[in-house]
Structures are given as C-alpha cells and as structure tokens.
C-alpha cells in the first residue's frame, strides 16, 4: 500500500511491498507458466507426439520420436508441477532444457521479437516468425519460482506445513 509523507506542501508517495503480501507475488507467474507449458503440451499430446517428432527430425534433433515424448511429458508433468507449486526446482531443469533446445533450434533465428507484423492487408493483419522474447520471460519465470519459491498458496506450501517445517528464504 503506498505511504504518503507530507513535507511541507509537498507529498511523497512511497511504494513498499508489504511481507503480507511477498508471499502471494509467485502466484501469477507460477500461473502464466504453469498454464503456458500445459497447453503446449497438451497441443503436442492431442496432434501425436509422433507428428512432433517429424518436426524435431525436420530440425536435425537426433532421437526425434522419443524426444517428441519426453518434450511432451516434461511440458505437462512440468506444467502441472509449476501451476500447484511443488517440486519446482526439479521441474524447472528439463523445463529449461527443452526452452534452450527450442531455443536455440528455432526461435533465435528470428530475433528478440515475438510479435512481428509481416504485412497488413484489407483481409488482417499478418504476423511473423516468433523471436525468443518469451523464451527467455519463460526461463526468468522458472528461475523466479526455482529460487524464490512457489509462495504461501501452493501444495509446497500446504505439504511443508502440515509437517511443521519452514522453506528457508
């Protein structure tokens, strides 16, 4: 809650995040990135991880079928560990792994950009290649949760308390 100082006739607005609050802050991150992993893995799993895997050939990917599952399980295990707050420093390694891998595959090519008008016509608009932008907002979003922890409404949360031990900080 911002804190007004009068000086004078001047007001300063101080903004300080409150400790109350500090345990809620993961909440929307662990969200956005729980959710975002769970759809494309679930995108993966309804077309066939198979019809993945074509793709992952098509990019030179060594092993590209089972990799095409693997990516698949670690985006849904992973997403689902993210979204209710457990295991999160595990998850996050091959989280990164396959983030990296698309990575450095596919989206570096197209630059910094994720959202690139190609043209604008009287049918829409027509957007670009995806860039790495949210690659990387998903990388700084497992790191956040990886060492900050998933917050006060998680099963982390739920799990180390009901044994009366205390996340250190």
Do not use: C, D
């Amino acid at each position: 809650m911002p804190a007004m100082h009068l000086r004078g006739h001047v007001a300063k607005i101080t903004l300080s995040s409150s400790s109350a609050a500090a345990g809620w802050a993961p909440l929307p991150i662990r969200l956005i990135v729980g959710f975002g992993f769970l759809a494309h893995g679930y995108a993966k799993l309804s077309r066939g991880p198979e019809n993945f895997g074509v793709v992952l050939q098509t990019l030179g990917v060594p092993v590209p079928q089972l990799l095409a599952w693997l990516t698949t399980l670690v985006e849904l295990v992973g997403g689902t560990a993210i979204l209710v707050g457990a295991f999160i420093p595990l998850v996050s390694v091959p989280m990164a792994i396959v983030l990296l891998t698309a990575l450095f595959t596919v989206h570096s090519q197209y630059g910094f950009f994720s959202v690139k008008f190609a043209e604008v016509t009287a049918a829409g608009v027509r957007f670009g290649p995806v860039g790495y932008e949210i690659i990387l907002l998903y990388l700084a979003g497992l790191a956040t949760l990886a060492v900050g922890g998933p917050g006060r409404l998680s099963l982390e949360t739920v799990l180390l308390g009901a044994k009366g031990i205390e996340r250190s900080r």
